[in-house]
């Protein structure tokens, strides 16, 4: 059984906001039509859940406002700007705080997903995720251990059966490591996760899940004129952190990143991350990383004419790898990627 994912679809679930809403669950007959296009399921969750119970069964809360304003120069970037970080972490906590999110909430809603999904297709295969922390980059290695404990956690929730059949990963939430002065990245230190606090985090994970013989799955997005894009490239070239890392060109969504579509398309090709000339960042792919691209559609596409010709430059340039590398669609919301399915269908085939 393949680990790789190489017809999936990204099923957003647990909550969609910070104003205590949870997206649509499909009903069964959904999902019926669902698997009958692929049977690769990612399940998503979208929010920061900030509370969670550690391994001796303590309550915790990984970020408070103490440790924010407790945050010294050495923990980020550009210490200059300290005290503006400080500043922009305090308005992020705002929400997140309010919304009191434990990451249990997430690993029942999608372990009933992935009940759901094995009763009405015994062979799916299925993906859960550790969650995202992209407001407080600097922080994120407090995270490292709760994301660790996360995967434990969706160990003993999930059936046996499901385990050991039908989960074939996990799934790093988080789609860049960002600097512009929240983080340090020295790219000449991979075996020290770059001097950064993000990449710390995705390590802890992975050694997590490969202890248990699972598949460490990232979806990053590329923009070739972002620094995050040049830190992705070093992170999947030079470290082993992930098994698989399907790269969203965000063309679909950004009519600007017109290069994106050919640059991923030369990262497929070439097995490793490149930049817009086509040269692989870092100098060298030292990793046995495989490298595949996302497909990305919404209801943009049923409702803006000029949406339409963005998706079939996606299926232009990505087709000769349908089937052979690492893929998985963004539809947005499961009410839009259960509209898109017949397109997505038609692809796939």
Same mark, same amino acid.
Request: glycine share 4%; proline share 4%; charged share 25%.
């Given at each position: 059984?393949?680990?790789?994912?190489?017809?999936?679809?990204?099923?957003?679930?647990?909550?969609?906001?910070?104003?205590? @809403?949870?997206?649509?669950?499909? @009903?069964?007959?959904?999902?019926?039509?669902?698997?009958?296009?692929? $049977?690769? +399921?990612?399940?998503?969750?979208?929010?920061?859940?900030? *509370?969670?119970?550690? !391994?001796?069964?303590?309550?915790?809360?990984?970020?408070?406002?103490?440790?924010?304003?407790?945050?010294?120069?050495?923990?980020?970037?550009?210490?200059?700007?300290?005290?503006?970080?400080?500043?922009?972490?305090?308005?992020?906590?705002?929400?997140?705080?309010?919304?009191?999110? /434990?990451?249990? $909430?997430?690993?029942?809603?999608?372990?009933?997903?992935?009940?759901?999904?094995?009763?009405?297709?015994?062979?799916?295969?299925?993906?859960?995720?550790?969650?995202?922390?992209?407001?407080? /980059?600097?922080?994120?290695?407090?995270?490292?251990?709760?994301?660790?404990?996360?995967?434990?956690?969706?160990?003993?929730?999930?059936?046996?059966?499901?385990?050991?059949?039908?989960?074939?990963?996990?799934?790093?939430?988080?789609?860049?490591?960002?600097?512009?002065?929240?983080? *340090?990245?020295?790219?000449?230190?991979?075996?020290?996760?770059?001097?950064?606090?993000?990449?710390?985090?995705?390590?802890?994970?992975?050694?997590?899940? *490969?202890?248990?013989?699972?598949?460490?799955?990232?979806?990053?997005?590329?923009?070739?004129?972002?620094?995050?894009?040049?830190?992705? &490239? /070093?992170? +999947?070239?030079?470290? $082993?952190?992930?098994?698989?890392?399907?790269?969203?060109?965000?063309?679909?969504?950004?009519?600007?990143?017109?290069?994106? +579509?050919?640059?991923?398309?030369?990262?497929?090709?070439?097995?490793?991350?490149?930049?817009?000339?086509?040269?692989?960042?870092?100098?060298?792919?030292?990793?046995?990383?495989?490298?595949?691209?996302?497909?990305?559609?919404? /209801?943009?596409?049923?409702? !803006?004419?000029?949406?339409?010709?963005?998706?079939?430059?996606?299926?232009? &340039?990505?087709?000769?790898?349908?089937?052979? *590398?690492?893929?998985?669609?963004?539809?947005?919301?499961?009410?839009?990627?259960?509209?898109?399915?017949?397109?997505?269908?038609?692809?796939?085939?």
């Amino acid at each position: 059984m393949s680990t790789l994912m190489k017809k999936g679809v990204l099923l957003y679930t647990s909550y969609n906001s910070y104003s205590n @809403t949870k997206y649509y669950n499909p @009903t069964d007959e959904e999902l019926s039509r669902l698997l009958a296009v692929t $049977d690769e +399921i990612l399940l998503i969750p979208i929010i920061v859940f900030n *509370r969670f119970t550690d !391994r001796n069964g303590n309550e915790i809360e990984v970020v408070t406002r103490e440790i924010i304003d407790s945050m010294t120069p050495d923990m980020v970037g550009d210490p200059n700007r300290l005290e503006t970080i400080k500043k922009e972490y305090h308005a992020t906590a705002d929400k997140i705080l309010k919304g009191n999110y /434990h990451v249990k $909430d997430y690993v029942d809603d999608a372990n009933a997903y992935a009940e759901r999904l094995v009763a009405i297709k015994k062979d799916v295969k299925i993906w859960f995720s550790v969650p995202m922390c992209e407001c407080w /980059h600097a922080l994120t290695h407090l995270f490292a251990s709760p994301w660790a404990d996360t995967v434990d956690l969706i160990k003993n929730t999930v059936r046996e059966d499901i385990w050991n059949n039908n989960v074939q990963g996990i799934y790093f939430s988080g789609e860049d490591v960002v600097t512009a002065g929240y983080t *340090r990245f020295d790219n000449d230190k991979p075996d020290e996760n770059f001097n950064n606090p993000i990449v710390y985090a995705m390590r802890t994970v992975s050694d997590r899940v *490969r202890s248990f013989g699972k598949n460490m799955l990232w979806i990053p997005y590329y923009h070739e004129a972002a620094s995050s894009s040049k830190n992705m &490239g /070093h992170i +999947i070239n030079l470290t $082993d952190i992930f098994d698989t890392a399907i790269i969203q060109p965000s063309f679909f969504f950004n009519p600007a990143r017109v290069d994106e +579509i050919r640059i991923v398309s030369d990262c497929v090709r070439k097995q490793a991350v490149v930049d817009i000339n086509g040269e692989i960042i870092g100098g060298k792919k030292v990793s046995n990383t495989e490298i595949g691209f996302e497909m990305e559609i919404d /209801h943009q596409f049923f409702d !803006r004419e000029e949406y339409v010709p963005r998706y079939y430059a996606y299926e232009k &340039g990505f087709g000769e790898f349908v089937g052979s *590398r690492p893929t998985a669609y963004y539809a947005g919301a499961p009410e839009t990627m259960l509209k898109v399915l017949d397109v997505m269908d038609k692809y796939y085939k």
